[in-house]
């Protein structure tokens, strides 16, 4: 069964303080791999899509990364409006545009 | 553009009353996909439509939801009859062919069935 696993469930860190969210999933074929943000009280918001094995995408503060087993999503220096849950999700290779999404990691960033 | 347009924002009802959730997808997006969030159970495809048509609706839990797309520009979600355990947030989303399924999200319908 295809399988998407966030840890940690939540991270508290102290402003300037970098950290990496951890996502391993367990797929028979997969198609891409999206990290999305999501603020309380709205929707998901887009990040960044990683394809294959190596590939590495960054924005701003953040970088994701992608293994044949998992993605790291890496935030270096964070700050307070960094804060939200991290949400990461997973195409399978079929010809659906379904995503299986994990559980979510909640990151609270202290000034 | 004013983004993926949901309503109503909040809805309570009783059980056993039929609920309808609306979505405008943005303009000239060719795909739009509803998605249900619980504590429980995360964020999971309902279903998704392309062009209007139906493609994917394996993620719908059973024969009392139904979702239509009459038009480019608006989609239902309809609970029939409606049960506490629906209780939710219903996203909407929408993407353009060279995106999806990465997707824009609405702001979501919180449902309440009491």
């Known amino acids: 069964e295809d399988q998407v696993t966030q840890s940690p469930e939540a991270l508290r860190l102290q402003e300037g303080e970098s950290s990496s969210l951890n996502c391993s999933y367990t797929v028979s074929g997969l198609r891409g791999l999206f990290w999305y943000r999501q603020d309380p009280g709205k929707g998901p918001e887009f990040l960044f899509t990683l394809y294959s094995a190596g590939e590495e995408k960054e924005k701003e503060r953040l970088k994701a990364t992608l293994t044949k087993k998992e993605s790291f999503l890496h935030i270096t220096a964070p700050k307070p409006e960094d804060s939200a849950t991290y949400l990461c999700a997973v195409q399978v290779m079929d010809s659906s545009y379904k995503l299986i999404f994990g559980s979510g990691t909640r990151l609270l960033v202290r000034p | 553009d004013a983004g993926v347009i949901q309503s109503p924002r909040h809805e309570v009802t009783e059980m056993g009353q039929e609920v309808t959730l609306r979505c405008k997808p943005i303009?000239?997006?060719?795909?739009l996909f509803w998605y249900r969030q619980t504590m429980m159970r995360g964020l999971e495809l309902l279903i998704y439509f392309n062009n209007n048509v139906p493609i994917d609706d394996s993620g719908m839990p059973e024969d009392r939801f139904s979702a239509k797309m009459p038009n480019a520009s608006f989609s239902t979600l309809k609970i029939q009859p409606s049960e506490p355990r629906d209780s939710a947030v219903y996203f909407c989303?929408?993407?353009?062919?060279?995106?999806?399924?990465?997707?824009?999200f609405g702001q979501g319908t919180r449902l309440t069935v009491v």
């Open positions: 989303a929408s993407s353009t062919p060279d995106r999806a399924p990465e997707a824009f």
């Open positions: 303009s000239g997006h060719d795909y």
